[in-house]
């Protein structure tokens, strides 16, 4: 079934087509739409949850926690400082080893307040366990949705499904619906091991001494080691059923490129038709989307950006003191690898400004050009 949804819906019919058994909701622009069809769903019957309305977005964690830990396939939703506020219980869920799905659409961090997009509500998260899945179209949240449930419930970690604000949020776009039956036999059953149950109660101390806490966090850097493989394996069994993939990264024809733009989420899209229209012209650029940031797809990354002769890493978010966030992530990336490409970083769009064609050939041209990165940051669009 195709349906002309937003991204936000096509949230909420990922959580419904995943069979989602608990939904914590807490409203919160831009996200609250998702959460809305959720109620609308439970209250029909189309959805057999228990949905619960918390009074913050800590409490939305705090009862995902709880229903993920008795065996319930759990759901949830939110954004910027919605997501903040939840800080303190994403380190519990991750650590406790919760397959809870989280949506995020990104919206910029107050003050000033501001309900546009930009990463960094989701990327100040990046360090506390969770897998984290970035969405360039509508199509392409209704299937990571779907595919984070299965990813999450194999690895015994949280996944958080990122969005843009706005620009996908409120934005309709044909989607394909893939029929129930079909779901069901990607994503069967959510079975957990060892689960709370009252009718076998045990009582859990949670103090954790240093004989155990150490091992305790190698475990869940062994899982995203584990989850790098097993993420492809449920894109490449998604493909198999509903004939979709998405991949890690995405190469866009960079089997050439000498100049390759990194992007994630949206500007994604607006890069790869400026890149048709400058190979049109005879220049070699590419672009490569990473879709995913953690776990860090270092193989694929060092692969295709080794090949170009410069890099040009579009940052919709900022790190104070340092730079932007995904270039930090490229730089480290390639640390260390012999006649490395140099990295010119972007940071442009803060705030849900747009970014448009002729910002991203803007970008481009000036990588072309210039011999080396002359800042640590390269502003884009700034007014002063």
Same mark, same amino acid.
């Given at each position: 079934m195709k349906k002309v949804i937003?991204?936000?819906?096509?949230?909420?019919?990922?959580?419904?087509?995943?069979?989602?058994?608990?939904?914590?909701?807490? =409203?919160?622009? =831009?996200?609250?739409?998702?959460?809305?069809?959720?109620?609308?769903?439970?209250?029909?019957?189309?959805?057999?949850?228990?949905?619960?309305?918390?009074?913050?977005?800590?409490?939305?964690?705090?009862?995902?926690?709880?229903?993920?830990? /008795?065996?319930?396939r759990t759901f949830t939703a939110t954004s910027s400082h919605g997501l903040a506020l939840m800080h303190e219980m994403l380190h519990w869920a991750a650590a406790a080893r919760l397959p809870v799905v989280l949506a995020n659409v990104n919206r910029a961090m107050g003050p000033g307040w501001s309900v546009w997009t930009d990463q960094n509500d989701s990327l100040s998260q990046r360090d506390l366990g969770w897998i984290?899945?970035?969405?360039?179209?509508?199509?392409?949240?209704?299937?990571?949705?779907?595919?984070?449930?299965?990813?999450?419930?194999?690895?015994?970690? =949280?996944?958080?499904?990122?969005?843009d604000a706005f620009v996908l949020s409120h934005t309709s776009e044909p989607v394909d619906i893939p029929e129930q039956t079909l779901v069901d036999k990607f994503l069967p059953p959510y079975d957990l091991k060892t689960k709370l149950d009252l009718s076998a109660a045990k009582s859990y101390g949670a103090l954790t001494n240093p004989d155990h806490y150490f091992e305790i966090r190698y475990k869940i850097q062994k899982a995203h080691d584990e989850a790098l493989h097993v993420i492809k394996d449920v894109?490449?069994?998604?493909?198999?059923?509903?004939?979709?993939?998405?991949?890690?990264?995405?190469?866009?024809?960079?089997?050439?490129?000498?100049?390759?733009?990194?992007?994630?989420?949206t500007i994604s899209g607006t890069t790869r038709g400026v890149i048709d229209e400058m190979r049109e012209q005879g220049r070699k650029v590419g672009?490569?989307?990473?879709?995913?940031?953690?776990? /860090?797809?270092?193989?694929?990354?060092?692969?295709?950006?080794?090949?170009?002769?410069?890099?040009?890493?579009?940052?919709?978010?900022?790190?104070?003191?340092?730079?932007?966030?995904?270039?930090?992530?490229?730089?480290?990336?390639?640390?260390?690898?012999?006649?490395?490409?140099?990295?010119?970083?972007?940071?442009?769009?803060?705030?849900?400004?747009?970014? /448009?064609?002729?910002?991203?050939?803007?970008?481009?041209?000036?990588t072309f050009k210039a011999e080396s990165p002359r800042d640590t940051i390269i502003w884009r669009g700034v007014r002063l």
């Open positions: 937003t991204g936000n819906h096509a949230v909420s019919y990922g959580a419904l087509l995943a069979r989602s058994q608990v939904i914590a909701a807490y =409203p919160i622009t =831009p996200q609250t739409q998702i959460v809305e069809l959720l109620s609308e769903f439970c209250a029909s019957g189309k959805l057999n949850a228990k949905f619960i309305k918390v009074e913050s977005e800590h409490s939305a964690m705090t009862a995902c926690i709880a229903a993920s830990a /008795t065996g319930a984290q899945l970035y969405c360039e179209s509508n199509q392409e949240v209704l299937d990571t949705t779907i595919q984070a449930f299965k990813i999450a419930e194999k690895v015994l970690l =949280p996944v958080m499904v990122v969005l894109d490449n069994d998604f493909y198999e059923h509903f004939g979709r993939k998405y991949g890690v990264v995405e190469a866009y024809r960079c089997e050439d490129a000498k100049v390759i733009v990194v992007t994630s989420g672009m490569l989307k990473q879709k995913l940031l953690r776990p /860090t797809p270092v193989d694929e990354l060092r692969s295709i950006l080794y090949k170009a002769q410069k890099i040009a890493v579009i940052d919709r978010n900022l790190s104070f003191g340092h730079s932007g966030i995904f270039a930090q992530e490229i730089k480290s990336t390639l640390y260390g690898l012999a006649g490395a490409p140099p990295i010119y970083d972007y940071v442009i769009g803060l705030g849900g400004r747009d970014v /448009t064609p002729d910002d991203i050939r803007e970008i481009i041209d000036n």
